[in-house]
C-alpha cells in the first residue's frame, strides 16, 4: 500500500474528526496529495488538496469545516473536519492529485458516518 488513510468513524451531526493519511516518501515528496470521499451510489469525489509546495484548497462544498494539512518530516497529511454534516458520510481516501490508479494507491480508505 503506497498511502493509506485512516482515523475514521461514527461522530454525532456538529462533531469533529482528524483523518489521517500516511504516504510512501517518494510519493509524498513529488506529489500533491489529495482526499477524496465516496458516498454510496455516488462517484468518488476530491475534497481536499495538500500541495507539495504546502498549498492547500478544499471543495466548496466542505470549505469553512474542512482543513487540509501536510506535515513533511512524517510524510502525513491530515484531513480535519469540522462542524460534519449527515451529508459528509462517506469512505474517505487518499491518493495523490490528480489520482493515481496505480496498485496500491487508493488503500481500503475509511468510513466516516454522521449520525445522531
Known amino acids: 500500500v503506497q498511502l493509506q488513510a485512516s482515523g475514521g468513524g461514527l461522530v454525532r451531526p456538529g462533531g469533529s474528526l482528524r483523518l489521517s493519511c500516511a504516504a510512501s516518501?517518494?510519493?509524498?515528496?513529488?506529489?500533491?496529495i489529495g482526499w477524496y470521499r465516496q458516498i454510496p451510489g455516488k462517484q468518488r469525489e476530491l475534497v481536499a488538496v495538500?500541495?507539495?509546495?504546502?498549498?492547500?484548497a478544499v471543495a466548496d462544498s466542505v470549505k469553512g469545516r474542512f482543513t487540509v494539512s501536510r506535515d513533511n518530516a512524517k510524510n502525513m497529511v491530515y484531513l480535519q473536519m469540522n462542524s460534519l454534516k449527515p451529508e459528509d458520510t462517506a469512505v474517505y481516501y487518499c491518493?495523490?492529485?490528480?489520482?493515481?490508479?496505480?496498485?496500491?494507491?487508493w488503500g481500503q480508505g475509511t468510513l466516516v458516518t454522521v449520525s445522531s
Open positions: 495538500a500541495t507539495s509546495g504546502g498549498g492547500t
Open positions: 516518501g517518494v510519493i509524498f515528496r513529488d506529489n500533491a
Open positions: 491518493n495523490t492529485a490528480p489520482a493515481s490508479s496505480s496498485d496500491g494507491y
